[in-house]
């Protein structure tokens, strides 16, 4: 049963490392939170003695004629390994619309050449993407994930949506949630206006409408703070929308940030914030949590299952702008608050979202896909 791998092994830990290649849409460098957790696996595993291999199944994300160059790259590639390597593992992470569309293609690829694979679900909403394809499609996308060696999620409303929705086997699912690598301790700042931090793609999603309407609300405006906003999509409209609201000043949108930036400005922040209106199970959660920040998040996704309102983050209602405004104005003016929450976070993260334990889990994994039989090359 493959939940058990989730337990520690000794006995596979003795074992030769599995070899593993991760398909990602936009690699680590472009595939957003997907490409920086992946990026956070290989990492870790490399410095483990075993290394991950990453195929970009994508590219840059507005570049179609790239996207399907990528795709027969990352089939050819396949291919390779099933005859140089042909016990490795292909850990295929998928989300909805043209994530979805490529990856009917891909695991199709790993079925007829006989390849292990894992589906890997990182999605915000991925049941609603589902309901909105055709008959036709849903029927593929079911025997999609019907067919992989195991199927992960991220948190327990997309376990459901697989058991459920798309008829994955209980058996054949595993629930991990998302790692970060440890930052270190948090240092605390004193003197300094709280820095406020939001990490993810500038989008109506992620709630960057009512986080501006937030930071320039009345009880904002008397207050010393300051603000990033790191992120890729429309930056240029959303700080012109911050000059209009008057936060020239007070808010900065520096674009997207590689993964030593973010943890650079993590290190000097008091307070992350991410009112998103739909996730899986944001990263930037896990990156506040992780640096020992007061986090202010909306009850989405998984993040209820990572985060205690008042004890290791806060919840506000999604999009609205009032209760966002009145808990970032409370944890600037309360240090105590920021303080007791800081701590919560950070002993939660330690307990919980280690990149070792997470590694060791999917090592387990790994080592028990691989003892499988493995199918013989289809004559389809």
């Not at 207050?223 to 000059?243: F, H, N, T």
């Not at 307070?271 to 989405?300: D, F, K, N, Q, Y």
Request: aromatic share 4%; proline share 4%; glycine share 8%.
């Amino acid at each position: 049963m493959l939940m058990k791998v989730l337990a520690d092994d000794p006995q596979m830990a003795m074992r030769k490392r599995a070899s593993v290649r991760h398909y990602v849409p936009g690699g680590c460098e472009n595939g957003g939170g997907i490409g920086r957790l992946v990026g956070y696996i290989t990492s870790t595993a490399k410095e483990g003695g075993s290394e991950h291999a990453v195929t970009d199944t994508r590219g840059l994300r507005w570049s179609a004629a790239t996207s399907s160059l990528r795709l027969l790259g990352a089939i050819l590639t396949m291919a390779k390994d099933r005859i140089l390597d042909p016990t490795r593992i292909h850990h295929i992470h998928v989300a909805g619309r043209g994530s979805t569309s490529r990856k009917l293609i891909l695991t199709e690829a790993a079925h007829l050449l006989g390849c292990f694979h894992i589906l890997h679900l990182h999605d915000y909403d991925y049941a609603t993407d589902f309901a909105a394809r055709s008959p036709r499609q849903q029927s593929l996308i079911r025997r999609m994930f019907q067919r992989a060696d195991c199927v992960v999620a991220l948190g327990q409303r997309d376990r459901v949506t697989l058991a459920t929705l798309l008829g994955v086997d209980e058996h054949r699912l595993v629930t991990a949630h998302n790692c970060v690598p440890d930052p270190g301790a948090h240092n605390v700042r004193t003197g300094e206006p709280p820095l406020i931090v939001f990490l993810g793609r500038l989008s109506e999603r992620k709630g960057v409408p009512e986080l501006l309407l937030a930071l320039s609300h009345p009880v904002m405006k008397e207050l010393r703070w300051r603000a990033v906003l790191a992120g890729d999509g429309p930056v240029e409209d959303y700080r012109r929308q911050a000059a209009n609201m008057g936060l020239s000043g007070l808010v900065d949108m520096p674009g997207w940030l590689g993964a030593d930036e973010t943890r650079a400005l993590c290190a000097r922040a008091d307070i992350l914030v991410l009112p998103s209106h739909a996730e899986g199970l944001a990263m930037a959660v896990l990156e506040g949590l992780s640096h020992g920040l007061a986090v202010v998040t909306t009850r989405v996704g998984a993040h209820e299952e990572v985060i205690s309102d008042g004890e290791t983050g806060v919840f506000v209602p999604v999009g609205d702008k009032d209760a966002l405004a009145a808990a970032l104005a409370k944890l600037i003016t309360d240090p105590d608050i920021r303080s007791r929450l800081s701590a919560g976070a950070r002993a939660h993260y330690l307990n919980h979202f280690s990149m070792k334990a997470y590694m060791r889990s999917m090592e387990n994994l790994y080592e028990t896909i691989s003892a499988q039989p493995q199918a013989k090359v289809s004559a389809q």
